[in-house]
T-cell receptor, first 116, second 113 residues
Framework: GAGVSQSPRYKVTKRGQDVALRCDPISGHVSLYWYRQALGQGPEFLTYFNYEAQQDKSGLPNDRFSAERPEGSISTLTIQRTEQRDSAMYRC??????????????FGPGTRLLVL | LAKTTQPISMDSYEGQEVNITCSHNNIATNDYITWYQQFPSQGPRFIIQGYKTKVTNEVASLFIPADRKSSTLSLPRVSLSDTAVYYCLVGTIMNTGFQKLVFGTGTRLLVSP
């Protein structure tokens, strides 16, 4: 079956521009997670949703970052006024049940963001 | 959140058993130990999870001693396709029941012919 998909796969933007990164979770998965991964590092948690409700956004670096999942399926991570330090791989994951300790997270291929 | 320490890299040969040990000295009572695998250009993939003693699945085994301050991921008879980064994660259960995954830098396993 189809896994988690993300679009675009690559995004090059100029400093100061806004970008929107999309995540399509596995069909029926109720929880969705966003991570950021720098080269040579493990993914860094940003935020997560149970259905359409954002439960934890403690990992968002600052108020330029926001995420939504209005219908409990597709999610968008938006970065406003991008800065060069925002360049990274942004990964999305989803899980079958409500986010919890025993839930396996299925990761997507990521969106590589490059801010010039 | 409990911090994990694991070797930066390991080398092995095809057909050998590989054991990757992770230290998590300040693991909390409610913490589970989870291992993920990541191939280049792909997202992490769940391998195994355990709380205590030994857990085995079709891919790996996870050994956790009684004090739970460390854990060992065992990969039997590795092949070239097992070359990847392996992450050991220990997460604290939040009040909501959510376990925030905190990835370190992982262990880069290189399997050679």
């Amino acid at each position: 079956g189809a896994g988690v998909s993300q679009s675009p796969r690559y995004k090059v933007t100029k400093r100061g521009q806004d970008v929107a990164l999309r995540c399509d979770p596995i069909s029926g998965h109720v929880s969705l997670y966003w991570y950021r991964q720098a080269l040579g590092q493990g993914p860094e948690f940003l935020t997560y949703f149970n259905y359409e409700a954002q439960q934890d956004k403690s990992g968002l670096p600052n108020d330029r970052f926001s995420a939504e999942r209005p219908e409990g399926s597709i999610s968008t991570l938006t970065i406003q006024r991008t800065e060069q330090r925002d360049s990274a791989m942004y990964r999305c994951a989803s899980s079958t049940g409500l986010a919890g300790v025993r839930e396996t997270q299925y990761f997507g291929p990521g969106t590589r963001l490059l801010v010039l | 959140l409990a911090k994990t320490t694991q070797p930066i890299s390991m080398d092995s040969y095809e057909g050998q058993e590989v054991n990757i040990t992770c230290s998590h000295n300040n693991i909390a009572t409610n913490d589970y130990i989870t291992w993920y695998q990541q191939f280049p250009s792909q997202g992490p993939r769940f391998i195994i999870q355990g709380y205590k003693t030994k857990v085995t699945n079709e891919v790996a085994s996870l050994f956790i001693p009684a004090d739970r301050k460390s854990s060992t991921l065992s990969l039997p008879r590795v092949s070239l396709s097992d070359t990847a980064v392996y992450y050991c994660l220990v997460g604290t259960i939040m009040n909501t029941g959510f376990q925030k995954l905190v990835f370190g830098t992982g262990t880069r396993l290189l399997v050679s012919p």
